[in-house]
């Protein structure tokens, strides 16, 4: 059992009704899943099994929750009382399930762990690279810089020239377009000044 001291401090530090709530569902999990590990997400216990989140617990003011991360899937759709969690609002452990029943909706919850496809990547492409007119000019007239500029990456790239087409005032595009070659002739990225903080 990989237990995380930072969840034996959030016990702790939880109402007298919900203590013994969170002990039980630790214990259960770890009795189901020997190979979880504990860890906080978002604030809240939480328990990791081959690299994913296995389920998740939480304790408020009059009540507790236990999540199971892929919990739809494990128990259907039905959440009890509009309560985060498949088990609704916890105020005991007599409103949880009994231990065996608990361990099976883990050891299904075990079971579909890394079983979720990759989601395919939906974010459209950048489209092509913009240089403007007065930078292409600049660059032409200064040959380390354009050499520079083009060994860098697209990224670094894209970084320069959003930064002169930003500029609301002619004078401001003007002194970037400088300051852009000059920095790129000595062989400098546009975040240069903070590339060693």
Known sequence: MKRDQRIDDYIGRQADFARPIL??????VHSACPDAEETLKWGMPSFMYKGEILAGMAAFKAHASFSLWR?????GDEARDGAMGQFGRLQSIEDLPPPEALDALILKAMSLAGTR???????APKPP???PPDLEAALAENPAAAATFEAFPPSCRREYVDWIVEAK?????ARRVAEAVAWMAEGKRRDWKYAKC
């Open 129 to 131: 690279l913009q240089v």
């Open 71 to 75: 919990g739809k899937e494990v128990v």
């Open 117 to 123: 496809a990759k989601r395919p990547r939906t974010a």
């Open 23 to 28: 002990e039980h569902l630790r214990e259960r």
């Open 169 to 173: 005032r002619p004078e401001t595009r």
